[in-house]
């Protein structure tokens, strides 16, 4: 396999500045599938440990993030009351690149506009490492829970729940 030159992202700028060991893995984007499980297969790894960045506004403090494995849910109960609030909901698509920067499918909790309130899923804090997007379709980064944390100013939390209720 050739080495490809992979361009820095804001999140990757941020990571580096923050001294936090990470690793770029680019992935091929099907357009018509940007789910966590595609993303999981092209890199062959557990889908549990690829984790989806999901934006939400509570009721009362506004918006925050939340980050969840791929194989989860966001539960909206759960992340309201992580974020102080009775209700939350999705913020709408077309909300998402003007109040972050990303596109859907490349968001990043890494580097946004603003920093907003984030909670990832405790589930984390299973692993040595997991996957976020470093702020583009197509490129993840691997990075620990404790750091990501860290540089993303965030808690861990029980918020997410699996599809099927198991």
Do not use: W
């Not at 609030?85 to 972050?100: F, G, N, Q, R, V």
């Not at 490349?106 to 946004?112: A, E, K, R, V």
């Not at 980064?141 to 990501?148: F, G, Y």
């Amino acid at each position: 396999m050739s080495q490809q030159k992979i361009n820095k992202t804001n999140a990757a700028r941020l990571l580096d500045k923050a001294g936090v060991a990470y690793r770029l893995i680019p992935y091929t984007v099907d357009p018509d599938d940007l789910a966590a499980a595609h993303v999981a297969e092209e890199l062959g790894e557990d889908i549990r440990r690829v984790f989806k960045t999901i934006v939400l506004h509570g009721e009362r403090t506004g918006h925050f993030v939340c980050v969840v494995p791929g194989n989860r849910e966001v539960d909206l109960k759960k992340a309201a009351k992580a974020a102080g609030d009775k209700k939350a909901e999705l913020i709408a698509m077309k909300e998402l690149l003007p109040l972050t920067g990303y596109i859907r499918g490349g968001c990043s909790p890494i580097g946004m506009k603003k920093h907003f309130p984030t909670f990832i899923d405790a589930t984390a804090t299973g692993f040595d490492t997991i996957y976020v997007s470093a702020g583009v379709r197509g490129l993840q980064a691997e990075i620990s829970p404790a750091d990501l944390a860290a540089v993303a100013r965030a808690s861990f939390q029980d918020i997410s729940t699996s599809p099927d209720n198991e």
